[in-house]
C-alpha cells in the first residue's frame, strides 16, 4: 500500500562516524527494503483470494494480507514520526507545505491501521466482509488522500527526473488505491448464485493482485526518487 514521499532530505536519526548522505541512504534503505516484503506479501496474499485457492486455505490470505499491513504499518508509522522530527526542527512557523505533509503521513497511517483491521475482519471464524469491506474502502480513499497531497510538492523538485518518478509514484499508488477500493465494493452485497459469486470474486482478486502489483511498483519509484533527492543534495 501506499506510503508517504517527499522531496526534501528527511529527519532521521543520526549514527556516528557516519556520513549525512550515508545515514540517508541507509535508512531509505531500510525502510525500501521492509516496504517490498510488505509489497510482495501484500502480492502473495490477493493471489490467495482467488477462489480455487482460497478453498484449500481459506484464511491464509487475510493472514497474508495482515502481516503485509504489518509491515507497511512499521513503514508508515516511522514515516509519520519523521515528519514530526522535522516538524520539531523548524526554527520558524510551519508553512502550509509542513502543515499538508504531517496530513499526508497521518493518512497514511491511519489507511494501513484499517487495512490491518481489514484483513482481520476477512478471517472466516469473524466473518464480518462488510466492516472489511469498509475498512479497505476507508483506507484507500485515505492512500488516494496522501498521494493527492504529496504530489502537490512537484514545486520542490529538483530535476526532471524526480519529477518524473514522483509522477510515476503517485500515479501507482492512486490506480492501485482505486482498484482496491472498485475491489472492495462487491463485499458489501450477497450474491443469490453461487456461479455468479464465484465469477465475481475471481475478477476482484485479480484486481487485488494488480492493485498490490502496482503498489509494489510504486514503491520502486519512490526509492529511487529518494535516492536522487539524496544524491542532488548532498556530496558523495
Not at 522535522?86 to 503521513?105: C, G, H, K, V
Not at 520542490?156 to 509514484?169: K, S
Request: a neutral charge.
Amino acid at each position: 500500500m501506499p506510503h508517504h514521499f517527499v522531496n526534501r532530505l528527511r529527519s532521521h536519526p543520526h549514527m556516528k562516524k557516519e556520513s549525512f548522505r550515508h545515514n540517508q541512504i541507509r535508512w531509505e534503505s531500510v525502510s525500501a527494503i521492509i516496504y517490498l516484503v510488505g509489497g510482495a506479501l501484500f502480492i502473495w496474499g490477493s493471489v490467495r483470494f482467488f477462489p480455487s485457492l482460497e478453498s484449500q486455505a481459506e484464511n491464509r490470505g487475510a493472514w497474508i494480507f495482515f502481516a503485509g499491513s504489518l509491515l507497511y504499518l512499521v513503514v508508515t508509522a516511522h514515516d509519520t514520526y519523521e515528519v514530526v522530527s522535522y516538524r520539531r526542527q523548524l526554527n520558524s512557523s510551519p508553512t502550509t507545505s509542513d502543515r499538508l505533509e504531517l496530513w499526508a503521513a497521518g493518512s497514511y497511517l491511519l489507511g494501513t491501521l484499517l487495512f490491518a483491521a481489514g484483513s482481520i475482519f476477512f478471517l472466516s471464524f469473524i466473518g464480518d466482509y462488510s466492516a472489511g469491506a469498509w475498512c479497505f474502502i476507508l483506507g484507500s480513499l485515505l492512500f488516494v488522500t496522501g498521494a493527492t497531497i504529496d504530489v502537490l510538492q512537484i514545486v520542490r523538485a529538483p530535476n526532471i527526473r524526480v519529477l518524473q518518478l514522483l509522477n510515476l509514484t503517485a500515479l501507482a499508488f492512486v490506480v492501485g488505491s482505486a482498484l482496491f477500493v472498485v475491489a472492495s465494493v462487491p463485499y458489501l452485497f450477497k450474491f443469490q448464485s453461487s456461479t455468479d459469486e464465484q465469477t465475481v470474486d475471481t475478477f476482484l482478486a485479480a484486481q487485488f493482485v494488480v492493485g498490490s502489483f502496482l503498489f509494489l511498483v510504486g514503491g520502486v519509484f519512490n526509492y529511487r526518487r529518494a535516492f536522487l533527492v539524496i544524491d542532488s543534495a548532498t556530496d558523495r
